[in-house]
Nanobody, 116 residues
Framework: QVQLVESGGALVQPGGSLRLSCAAS????????MGWYRQAPGKERELVAR???????WYAGSVKGRFTISRDNARNMVYLQMNSLKAEDTAVYYC??????????WGQGTQVIVSS
């Protein structure tokens, strides 16, 4: 069964840190690029980071230098370490496999709120 389950979101103060986790079913995860997306209120969902099965990474300019994506290939897990959080990072965060076909259904996401 194709499944993505995100966790780790919370309310955090500006400048704080959070680590998001994503558990992916093996059929999606194994050998595939995995990514973290976010959708802020009133905005389109956007890809913010991705990682290949070999560990090569890419980041959107808005998060580069603050966020770090990683994966545990033995556990089918993807992580997003978020540091120096800003109010504009407030969004629902999702993981998915951007190059997997057919594109997997979205999970429920995990809410991140950055506010004092």
């Amino acid at each position: 069964q194709v499944q993505l389950v995100e966790s780790g979101g919370a309310l955090v103060q500006p400048g704080g840190s959070l680590r998001l986790s994503c558990a992916a079913s093996g059929s999606i995860f194994s050998g595939n690029v995995m990514g973290w997306y976010r959708q802020a209120p009133g905005k389109e969902r956007e890809l913010v980071a991705r990682i290949t099965s070999g560990g090569s990474t890419w980041y959107a300019g808005s998060v580069k230098g603050r966020f770090t994506i990683s994966r545990d290939n033995a556990r089918n897990m993807v992580y997003l370490q978020m540091n120096s959080l800003k109010a504009e990072d407030t969004a629902v965060y999702y993981c998915n496999a951007p190059t997997y076909y057919p594109f997997p259904p979205w999970g429920q996401g995990t809410q991140v709120i950055v506010s004092s």
